[in-house]
């Protein structure tokens, strides 16, 4: 035992990397029981690549550990996945994104927050009731929030993740597809759903002719197309020929707090 509540078994034949998972599992736990402060939300400007306009911003997790300091999200989602901790810390995510989106639609009123969405959430029954929930109590309009999934969630058509979108899209939510085409879902599988962005994975952002294949596929199924991970003009320039309405990457900011966002929406005059 290490007082504060926290509790570690360690036996001797645990290694470094057991050693350090276990405890990232009972320091997240802790800290998401008692609204440490150490769970954070970063926001990243989702812009047109034509004239680099802000139209929404992407809401991802931070956490600094107190024994390990900053970990990553792909490492500590994994780990929240794995002990049930990702419903709590998607509400959180999601609950801090939208009380910061209602400042921004002040200077903003049309601007869109998108929010991750783990596979794992989708298994339960209430989770779109949840997400209703939470928009009434922060007062913002459905259609400003976009949640984002992975490809393999589309593939049971008839599970509990494909009730929880409808329920979601039902309710007036977008629904984006992340790291399109790094999946394997099929273009029967997508058209079953009602989709409404797809992003495609950053992989692509070098390949006009892959990201030509994406945009021509999101007009089909009446989405949008997104690229992501763009750092360069040159990259800037293709998607701009290529008729991209939507873009995020640090050629443009990278994911950044609230308050440089609110900033940035005030020098382009709201
Ligand atoms: P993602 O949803 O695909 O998020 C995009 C990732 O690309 C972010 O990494 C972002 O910082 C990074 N990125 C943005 N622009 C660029 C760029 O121009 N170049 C490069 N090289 N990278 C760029 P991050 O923040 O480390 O997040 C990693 C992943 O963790 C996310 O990938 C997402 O799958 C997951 N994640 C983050 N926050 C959450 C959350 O609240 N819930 C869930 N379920 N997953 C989350
Ligand atoms: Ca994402
Ligand atoms: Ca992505
Ligand atoms: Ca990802």
Redesign the pocket.
Known sequence: ARGRGLVEVFDDSMGAVAERRLHLETQLRHDLETGSGALT??F?PVVEPAGGRIVGV?????WSCARYGAV???EF?AVA?DAGL?HD??RS?LRIALEQSVWWHRLRPDLEVA????PV?LHRADLADEVGHLLARAGVSPQLLCL?V?EGVLLDPHGASAANLRALHELGVKLAV??FGAGYSSLSQLRRFPLDVL?AD?SFVDDPPILRAVADLATALGAQALA????TPEQRRQLVELGYARA????WA??QPADAVTEALRAAGG
């Open positions: 939300v970063a990243q992407e809401a991802l997790a931070r990553g999200p792909d989602i996945e990702i810390l998607g995510v929010v991750n969405v783990s959430q984002e992975t992340d790291d992003k950053r992501e991970g763009v750092e995020q990457g640090y050629l990278r994911p």
